[in-house]
């Protein structure tokens, strides 16, 4: 069992959905959760983290974290075209000093 | 912000021959860097931890004769794909942990090579 499985997609929404994605972990252990965006051809760049369960805000893009049932989620409000890459979470073990990812959800908003 | 420049970003090869992929943190002095392997359509495999001054750790499955690297300075770090094969074609992603203002938490990555060989 992978320590991160995230929903493989690939996910295509018109443009304006609110977009859904998400992961589960299986380490208690970890303590940060990332987001990161990847257009295709590049690498990978962070889109935020938390540390803590609740959500984080940032524009158009919310994360959620629930550690009680290990769950990450990262919402999209009033998806645009722009948006459409894969999507990775990730997680971080400080005492590890490890980051894991999931496999990456693909992400099409249609204009 | 934090900006880690990868060089170069496509190569391609003739079977046999080495190719040398560099990875700079451009602003920042990065003493671990990490370098994954992407196949099309799936997630990052990292493939080695490498740590300035000192030989880098490899993932299990890794060859390190195969897949050099060399962390000479806090801020360069390179892969050296020796004897290169078709089947080493792939995109390769280098990472750097931290950054100004940034935790252990978070990596910046490069834009990533493309290595075609043929």
């Keep these: 069992q992978k320590e991160v499985e995230q929903d493989p997609g690939p996910l295509s929404v018109p443009e304006g959905a609110i977009v859904s994605l998400n ?4 380490n208690s252990a970890f303590q940060y959760f990332m987001w990161y965006r990847q257009y295709s051809r590049k690498g990978p760049e962070l889109l935020m983290y938390t ?17 009680s049932s290990k769950y990450i989620s990262l919402f999209i409000r009033d998806s645009q075209p722009s948006d459409s ?9 400080t005492n590890a000093g490890k980051s894991t990812f999931g496999d990456g959800t693909t992400l099409t908003v249609k204009p | 912000g934090a900006v880690v420049s990868q060089h170069p970003s496509r190569v391609i090869c003739k079977s046999g021959t080495s190719v040398k992929i560099e990875c700079r943190s451009l602003d920042f002095q990065a003493t671990t860097m990490f370098w994954y392997r992407q196949f099309p359509k799936q997630s990052l495999m990292l493939m080695a931890t490498s740590n300035e001054g000192s030989k880098a750790t490899y993932e299990q499955g890794v060859e390190k004769d ?8 806090l ?14 074609s792939s995109f390769y992603i280098c990472s750097a942990r931290g950054g100004p203002g940034s935790g252990a938490n978070v990596l910046t990555f490069g834009a990533g090579s493309r290595l075609t060989v043929l």
């Design chain 1, 23 to 26: 992961c589960t972990y299986s």
């Design chain 1, 51 to 67: 540390y803590s369960s609740g959500n984080k805000e940032d524009g158009r893009f919310t994360a959620q974290v629930d550690k």
């Design chain 2, 66 to 73: 195969k897949f050099l690297i060399n962390h000479a300075s």
């Design chain 2, 75 to 88: 801020t360069l770090s390179t892969l050296t794909v020796t004897s290169a094969h078709p089947e080493d």
């Design chain 1, 85 to 93: 890459a894969t999507y990775l979470c990730a997680t971080y073990n």
